[in-house]
Structure formats: C-alpha cells, structure tokens
C-alpha cells in the first residue's frame, strides 16, 4: 500500500517516532507534530561475524517502540546508513545483511573493479571491503545467493520489518553503491547488467507511506495498529533534508557536514557543480528529490574513538577542558596525520601518525577532526556557510577549530537536538520550521593558517 500526498497530510497534532540506524548506534526518538524532542532510546550495535547486528535491533527496537505507546503516535520513519542491503525470501530476510567492514577476498573484489562502472557515470567512488553495495551483491551473486530474493536498501528493510511491505528509494540507492546513475535518474548499467536492478522491490518516494503496522508489531509494542510507516532514507541525506528546513539553508549555496561514525559534507551548489577527484574519497550524493549532491567523507567518528581509546570528545562535561588543551596544542606543533581508517578520507592512502603525541589525545583529535573536514569541504569547494550537525557538533574544540580553519564561511550549529531525524519528520511535514535556532560558531584564537600548513606540510613526506 502505498499513501500519495493527500494520505500524508492526514498525519498531524499526534507524535512521530524515527528511528536511525547507523552502524554504531541505533536510535529511535520520539517528537511531537511541531518538531519537538520528547523522548529517544539509543543502543550500541554488536559486534557480529561478518554481518550486520539485524537481529540484536529488531529485538531492541520492539522494546523501545513499546516504551512510546502511551503517545498518540501517527507515523514512524526509518533512517539507515547506504551500505546495507537487505535480500527477502518466502516473505523472509534470506540471510543476515552482511556488514560493510567485514574483509572483500582479494578475487572477488579484483573480479568486482574491472567489471564496475566508472566514477563519471555513477559518482560512486571505489571504496573499501562492502562499502560499495555492489560489491556486496557480487559476491552474493557468485554464491547464487540472490536466487528468487527481493532486494531491500537497509532504510527500508526497517520498513518492511514494520508493515510487510517491500519497497526501496533513491537516496538509499544513490550514496556511493555504484548501483545509481544520478544523471539519468535509474539503475546504473551495471546494475541492469547483472540483473540486480529487477531484484530491487519497486522504487518510491521517501515520504511516501508504504504501510500500517504490522499485527503482531502493533499487538508486541502497544502502538496502534493504524500507524503509519514511511518509505524513509539514508543517513546523511536526511541530515541534508533536515538542513534544509532551516531558512539560512534552505535554497541558498550552503554545505551541510553531518558528524557520527562518518562525517559527510554535502554541498548545495549554486551553479556548475566542482569536478570530484574520486580517488580522495569524494561522491555525488542523491537528495530525496533525485537530485546530485556533490559530497565529500571520512570516516570522522571511528577515527576519533580509535585516537581517544572511546574517550568522549563531546561530552559537555569535558568542553571547557579540552577547549583549554588547545593553545598549547598549537605552540607545539602537536598534530595527528591521516589516515585511521585506510583506504578511506580525502588522504586514503596515508599512515597515521603523530607530531609530538600529547598523554590526553581528546583534543587533539579534535583538532584532527577539524584539519580533515578542513581538507572535504576545499575538494567539493564549500563556500558561504557551513551547518555542523550531528554527535561532533557538540564537541566544541572541533567546531570552532573547523570555524577558525574557514574564517570566510559562517560555521553554524543548531542550539538543541534534530540532525537526521528532523530531515525524517519534514518528510511527514515539508513545511515543518526547526523547533531549535542555528547559532554561528566562533573561532579560536590562535596561528591556525600556520598550523594547518605545518600539517600539510608533513602529509606530503608522510607516506
């Protein structure tokens, strides 16, 4: 079942549920009709043998939708990362969606690259283990896995956990699977090629509603089974669609950096979009609307946990502290180099390694932090205003690091919570204002253009 406009705007006065599922953490959060925060859950994923924690999710999220049901809840919306996919058999996940870090064999993946498409026509950059979708399917296909399946993004998979109903979406399609072709809005050729294309469950629109809960959902939660569930979206896109909500952003040339395990720069480009050099980790990004979205990543929050050992950097508890590490941080010359998580970043092929490493490394790898989303927003040639949003907006060492790195761009952040799940919410409600203001970052004090040329100094005698 699938509810056209005119069935979304019966959804108002009650509360809506999103739930976010990211590779680290899965999120589920509650808001009321006028964008408003009133409750939210969060569990970290375990750790699985080479698949994605699907089962560990459904039992939690089961529990944690329940905890809602004294609401008057109208709508759910799922959010999900781009590289997971989901194959349905008999009414049935097949198999255990695989997890996008667990290691390609060296044949299948030199198999994969010669028979994929080029960056030019997907904007899908070659990227490590299964982060490219397409990969993933391969080496399925090779097994004869995919046999009779239906194939779902991971968004969706949420969706038909929900209601039942199959169904997939651009923006889950089109972040860096090599399985879209932005400029003719359709399956890529390699995509067609292998049949992978016929497999995908028909496409819709993120806002549209493809069900009501299923019973046994409805009878497990205590929801009422006259919930509806959206098609929903990737992860980063509905950052984007939720920093669009805000009027500073809206229409205008603005960049949208979305922080948690990844940090995703999305521009908004006024004019001919910036040639993408794919080898540093660039891609286009496909909006909601179909539209191309010139993006740049690394993988920001992983790199910040393996430098700190898991110590927060965004604990408010710990800003004044760290913001204090920074002065002396920069009169040393303490500095990380790339690149944490190889073959990833705008530096992929880089070591990492320290300049004077410091005993407490939370600021520093703030500062790190900075230097590299520093680095994305030069390669897809951000300009005029920057919006932060996501876990690291509230670390503020690297905010204002970042604001003092680009003096000439308004570095914004958003005075309370949103991120992906306001872009969720807007889906239900296009005119939905931010129940939260934006507030403009300010920099640091210091000798920053030295500090970064220092850095790039020694990235180019750093293997």
Known sequence: MIVSDKGRRALNKGAYIVIDLGKTLAKVSLWDWAGRRLDARTRPNAAAEGVLDVAGIAGWLVDALGAFAAHPVEAIVPVGHGAGV?????????????????????DVMARYRAARDPFAVTGSPALPDGLN?????????????????????????????????????????????????PEAGDFSPLAKRMGWAARFAPLVRAR?????????????????????????????????HGARGFADVADHEATVLSTGTWFVAMRRAQGAAPVLPE?????????????????????????????TGGAAVDDPAVQ?????????????????????????GPFPGHMAR???????????????AALMADAMLDLIGAKDMLLVEG??????????????LRPEIRVMVADGPGDAAFGALRLIDPALASAVSLRQVEPLAGEWVAYRARWRTALETTP
Not at 143 to 172: D, H, I, K, R
Not at 321 to 344: F, K
Not at 354 to 368: F, H, Q, S, T, V
Request: overall charge negative; charged content about 15%.
């Open 133 to 181: 979708l397409g990969v993933q399917l391969w080496g399925l296909s090779e097994q004869g896995a995919l046999e009779g399946a239906v194939l779902l993004p991971w968004a969706q998979y949420w969706a038909w956990f929900l209601t039942g109903v199959a169904v997939s979406e651009v923006s889950s399609l089109g972040c860096h699977t090599d399985l879209w072709k």
């Open 86 to 106: 989901a194959a349905l058999r008999d009414g049935a996940l097949a198999f255990a969606p695989l997890d996008y870090e667990a290691a390609i064999p060296a």
């Open 279 to 307: 080898e540093r980790d660039c891609l286009v990004n496909v909006d909601v609307e179909a539209r191309a979205v010139p993006s740049a990543r690394f993988m920001g929050g992983r790199e910040i946990e393996l430098t």
């Open 320 to 344: 004044a502290a760290l913001l204090n590490e920074v002065p002396g941080l920069l009169a040393s010359g303490t500095m990380l180099l790339p690149t944490l998580a190889p073959g990833c």
């Open 391 to 404: 876990r690291f907006a509230g670390a503020d060492a690297f905010v204002r690091a970042l604001a003092s």
């Open 354 to 368: 320290w300049i004077g490493e410091p005993a407490d490394k939370r600021a520093a790898a703030c500062l790190y």
């Open 208 to 240: 549209d509603v493809v069900g009501t809960l299923r019973p046994e959902i409805a009878a497990a939660t205590g929801l009422s089974p006259q919930v509806r569930v959206l098609a929903g979206m990737h992860d980063s896109n509905a950052a984007l």
